[in-house]
Protein backbone atom coordinates (compact mmCIF):
# COMPACT_ATOMS: atom_id res chain seq x y z
CA UNK A 1 0.00 0.00 0.00
CA UNK A 2 3.00 2.11 -0.13
CA UNK A 3 2.47 5.51 -2.51
CA UNK A 4 -1.12 5.24 -2.07
CA UNK A 5 -2.72 8.96 -1.78
CA UNK A 6 -5.73 9.35 0.60
CA UNK A 7 -8.17 9.04 -2.28
CA UNK A 8 -6.86 6.51 -4.72
CA UNK A 9 -6.69 2.81 -3.53
CA UNK A 10 -8.74 3.15 -0.42
CA UNK A 11 -10.70 5.21 -1.84
CA UNK A 12 -11.55 2.94 -4.73
CA UNK A 13 -11.87 0.04 -2.19
CA UNK A 14 -14.50 1.75 0.19
CA UNK A 15 -16.88 3.21 -3.14
CA UNK A 16 -16.58 -1.03 -4.66
CA UNK A 17 -17.39 -2.62 -1.11
CA UNK A 18 -20.33 -0.19 -0.90
CA UNK A 19 -19.01 1.82 1.88
CA UNK A 20 -20.25 3.83 3.24
CA UNK A 21 -22.13 1.57 5.39
CA UNK A 22 -25.37 3.24 6.42
CA UNK A 23 -24.98 3.58 10.87
CA UNK A 24 -28.34 0.91 10.78
CA UNK A 25 -25.79 -1.61 9.74
CA UNK A 26 -22.91 -1.55 12.27
CA UNK A 27 -23.01 -0.85 16.00
CA UNK A 28 -19.82 1.44 15.19
CA UNK A 29 -21.94 4.26 14.24
CA UNK A 30 -24.26 3.92 17.34
CA UNK A 31 -21.90 3.96 20.39
CA UNK A 32 -21.87 4.40 23.80
CA UNK A 33 -20.74 4.08 26.92
CA UNK A 34 -22.10 0.72 27.70
CA UNK A 35 -20.49 -0.73 24.48
CA UNK A 36 -17.37 -1.89 26.45
CA UNK A 37 -19.26 -4.47 28.42
CA UNK A 38 -21.05 -5.52 24.98
CA UNK A 39 -18.41 -6.28 23.45
CA UNK A 40 -16.29 -8.12 25.52
CA UNK A 41 -19.90 -10.28 26.85
CA UNK A 42 -20.83 -10.79 22.84
CA UNK A 43 -17.19 -11.83 21.80
CA UNK A 44 -14.87 -12.15 24.17
CA UNK A 45 -16.33 -13.76 27.92
CA UNK A 46 -17.24 -17.62 26.66
CA UNK A 47 -13.64 -17.64 24.50
CA UNK A 48 -11.48 -20.67 25.69
CA UNK A 49 -8.17 -18.75 25.24
CA UNK A 50 -7.95 -16.17 27.77
CA UNK A 51 -5.00 -14.62 25.58
CA UNK A 52 -8.51 -13.85 22.95
CA UNK A 53 -10.35 -12.40 26.21
CA UNK A 54 -7.64 -10.24 27.13
CA UNK A 55 -8.18 -8.81 23.50
CA UNK A 56 -11.55 -7.98 23.20
CA UNK A 57 -10.97 -6.25 27.02
CA UNK A 58 -8.22 -3.90 25.57
CA UNK A 59 -10.07 -3.41 22.08
CA UNK A 60 -13.63 -2.56 24.09
CA UNK A 61 -11.21 -0.65 25.80
CA UNK A 62 -10.35 1.29 23.11
CA UNK A 63 -13.54 1.54 21.61
CA UNK A 64 -14.83 3.59 24.65
CA UNK A 65 -12.02 5.87 24.98
CA UNK A 66 -12.75 6.39 20.78
CA UNK A 67 -16.20 7.26 22.06
CA UNK A 68 -15.27 10.37 24.27
CA UNK A 69 -17.47 13.12 23.68
CA UNK A 70 -14.91 15.67 23.71
CA UNK A 71 -12.92 14.52 20.42
CA UNK A 72 -16.32 15.20 18.61
CA UNK A 73 -17.12 18.88 20.31
CA UNK A 74 -13.16 20.01 21.31
CA UNK A 75 -11.56 18.97 18.26
CA UNK A 76 -14.80 18.85 16.08
CA UNK A 77 -14.34 15.20 14.51
CA UNK A 78 -17.14 14.76 12.80
CA UNK A 79 -20.09 12.75 14.92
CA UNK A 80 -20.99 10.48 12.07
CA UNK A 81 -20.24 6.83 11.43
CA UNK A 82 -16.65 7.50 9.53
CA UNK A 83 -15.59 9.57 12.66
CA UNK A 84 -16.31 6.79 14.74
CA UNK A 85 -14.27 4.52 12.84
CA UNK A 86 -11.67 7.04 12.67
CA UNK A 87 -11.24 7.33 15.95
CA UNK A 88 -11.33 4.09 16.56
CA UNK A 89 -8.33 3.34 14.08
CA UNK A 90 -6.32 5.71 15.88
CA UNK A 91 -6.61 4.27 19.26
CA UNK A 92 -6.84 0.77 18.17
CA UNK A 93 -3.20 1.75 16.11
CA UNK A 94 -1.36 3.38 19.62
CA UNK A 95 -2.68 0.50 21.43
CA UNK A 96 -1.24 -2.11 19.25
CA UNK A 97 2.13 -0.27 19.01
CA UNK A 98 2.25 -0.26 22.81
CA UNK A 99 2.21 -4.07 22.64
CA UNK A 100 4.90 -4.56 19.99
CA UNK A 101 6.55 -6.45 23.14
CA UNK A 102 3.55 -8.80 23.65
CA UNK A 103 2.65 -9.14 19.86
CA UNK A 104 0.23 -12.18 20.46
CA UNK A 105 -1.78 -9.94 22.46
CA UNK A 106 -1.46 -6.80 20.01
CA UNK A 107 -3.04 -9.66 17.59
CA UNK A 108 -5.62 -10.51 19.65
CA UNK A 109 -6.37 -6.89 19.97
CA UNK A 110 -6.37 -6.62 16.01
CA UNK A 111 -8.23 -9.66 15.45
CA UNK A 112 -11.43 -8.36 18.04
CA UNK A 113 -11.75 -5.24 15.93
CA UNK A 114 -12.33 -7.41 13.02
CA UNK A 115 -14.07 -9.98 14.54
CA UNK A 116 -16.60 -7.00 15.61
CA UNK A 117 -16.89 -5.43 12.54
CA UNK A 118 -17.64 -8.82 10.80
CA UNK A 119 -20.31 -9.24 13.65
CA UNK A 120 -22.02 -5.98 13.30
CA UNK A 121 -22.21 -6.60 9.56
CA UNK A 122 -23.77 -9.87 10.28
CA UNK A 123 -26.43 -8.50 12.64
CA UNK A 124 -27.33 -5.68 10.14
CA UNK A 125 -28.39 -7.66 7.09
CA UNK A 126 -25.21 -7.93 5.41
CA UNK A 127 -24.92 -11.28 3.48
CA UNK A 128 -22.27 -14.24 3.84
CA UNK A 129 -20.86 -12.89 0.44
CA UNK A 130 -21.03 -9.43 1.19
CA UNK A 131 -19.38 -9.36 4.52
CA UNK A 132 -15.81 -10.25 3.32
CA UNK A 133 -15.34 -7.23 0.96
CA UNK A 134 -16.53 -5.22 3.46
CA UNK A 135 -14.35 -5.79 6.15
CA UNK A 136 -11.42 -5.78 3.63
CA UNK A 137 -12.31 -1.99 2.89
CA UNK A 138 -12.03 -1.57 7.06
CA UNK A 139 -9.33 -3.34 6.85
CA UNK A 140 -7.19 -1.36 4.29
CA UNK A 141 -8.65 1.36 5.58
CA UNK A 142 -7.35 0.59 9.22
CA UNK A 143 -3.74 0.20 8.10
CA UNK A 144 -3.61 2.44 5.93
CA UNK A 145 -3.68 4.66 8.58
CA UNK A 146 -2.09 2.98 11.10
CA UNK A 147 1.14 2.50 8.82
CA UNK A 148 0.71 6.95 8.23
CA UNK A 149 0.90 7.41 11.93
CA UNK A 150 3.27 4.55 12.64
CA UNK A 151 5.83 6.50 9.91
CA UNK A 152 5.20 9.82 11.29
CA UNK A 153 5.71 9.02 15.35
CA UNK A 154 8.56 6.49 14.82
CA UNK A 155 10.34 9.72 13.05
CA UNK A 156 9.67 12.26 15.98
CA UNK A 157 7.30 14.17 13.38
CA UNK A 158 4.52 16.06 14.54
CA UNK A 159 4.06 17.78 12.03
CA UNK A 160 3.39 14.71 9.55
CA UNK A 161 1.84 13.12 11.91
CA UNK A 162 -0.81 16.94 12.32
CA UNK A 163 -0.91 16.05 8.17
CA UNK A 164 -1.87 12.14 8.10
CA UNK A 165 -4.35 13.10 10.33
CA UNK A 166 -5.52 16.32 8.64
CA UNK A 167 -6.43 13.71 5.76
CA UNK A 168 -7.77 10.95 7.23
CA UNK A 169 -10.02 12.35 10.23
CA UNK A 170 -10.68 15.99 8.50
CA UNK A 171 -10.42 14.81 4.62
CA UNK A 172 -7.97 17.36 4.17
CA UNK A 173 -9.87 20.22 5.15
CA UNK A 174 -8.27 23.48 5.42
CA UNK A 175 -10.22 25.27 8.54
CA UNK A 176 -9.23 21.95 10.34
CA UNK A 177 -5.42 22.61 10.57
CA UNK A 178 -5.62 23.65 14.22
CA UNK A 179 -7.68 20.59 15.36
CA UNK A 180 -5.60 18.13 13.53
CA UNK A 181 -2.43 20.20 15.15
CA UNK A 182 -3.99 19.67 18.79
CA UNK A 183 -4.79 16.15 18.47
CA UNK A 184 -1.23 15.28 16.72
CA UNK A 185 -0.22 16.51 20.19
CA UNK A 186 -2.65 14.53 22.17
CA UNK A 187 -1.62 10.90 20.29
CA UNK A 188 2.39 11.71 20.72
CA UNK A 189 1.50 12.57 24.75
CA UNK A 190 -0.63 9.22 24.57
CA UNK A 191 1.99 7.27 23.13
CA UNK A 192 4.20 8.01 25.82
CA UNK A 193 1.62 7.42 28.73
CA UNK A 194 1.18 3.60 27.24
CA UNK A 195 4.92 3.45 26.79
CA UNK A 196 5.00 4.12 30.89
CA UNK A 197 2.04 1.63 31.61
CA UNK A 198 3.10 -1.50 32.73
CA UNK A 199 3.19 -4.77 30.65
CA UNK A 200 1.64 -6.69 33.44
CA UNK A 201 -1.12 -4.16 33.16
CA UNK A 202 -1.93 -5.28 29.71
CA UNK A 203 -1.67 -8.35 29.97
CA UNK A 204 -4.18 -8.25 32.75
CA UNK A 205 -6.33 -6.02 30.36
CA UNK A 206 -6.06 -2.85 32.00
CA UNK A 207 -5.02 0.19 29.95
CA UNK A 208 -5.65 3.85 30.08
CA UNK A 209 -6.10 6.64 27.79
CA UNK A 210 -5.24 10.28 28.20
CA UNK A 211 -7.86 13.33 28.38
CA UNK A 212 -8.72 15.17 25.04
CA UNK A 213 -7.11 18.13 25.11
CA UNK A 214 -9.33 21.51 25.48
CA UNK A 215 -9.86 23.05 22.34
CA UNK A 216 -11.90 26.33 23.58
CA UNK A 217 -14.78 27.55 20.63
CA UNK A 218 -13.95 25.61 17.26
CA UNK A 219 -14.94 27.61 14.14
CA UNK A 220 -16.54 25.61 11.28
CA UNK A 221 -17.07 22.30 13.22
CA UNK A 222 -17.62 19.31 10.94
CA UNK A 223 -20.24 17.88 13.86
CA UNK A 224 -22.18 17.33 10.71
CA UNK A 225 -19.91 15.47 9.35
CA UNK A 226 -19.43 17.38 6.15
CA UNK A 227 -18.38 15.32 2.74
CA UNK A 228 -17.37 11.73 3.16
CA UNK A 229 -15.46 8.84 1.67
CA UNK A 230 -16.40 6.32 3.08
CA UNK A 231 -15.91 4.42 6.28
CA UNK A 232 -13.35 2.46 4.89
CA UNK A 233 -11.43 5.89 3.33
CA UNK A 234 -7.96 5.44 2.33
CA UNK A 235 -5.33 3.15 2.63
CA UNK A 236 -3.20 6.42 3.83
CA UNK A 237 0.39 5.01 3.54
CA UNK A 238 2.13 8.44 2.62
Known amino acids: MAGSSSCDRGCRAAHASGCPIDPALSIIGVLNRDREAEIVRRFGFGRR?????????LYARAVTAARDPSFYTELAVADTLDGHFDMICLHVALLTRRLAREPALAQAVFDAMFTDMDGCLREGGVGDLGVPRRVKAMWEGYNGRATAYGRALDGGDEAALSMALLRNIWRGR???????????????????????????????????????????????????????????DAGEAR
Not at 49 to 57: D, P, S, V
Not at 198 to 225: E, H, I, Q, S, Y
Open 49 to 57: HALTRTGFT
Open 174 to 232: DDASRQADMLAGWTIRQEASLAAQPDAALVAGTVRFTAVPDAGAVDGGAADGGASIGMA
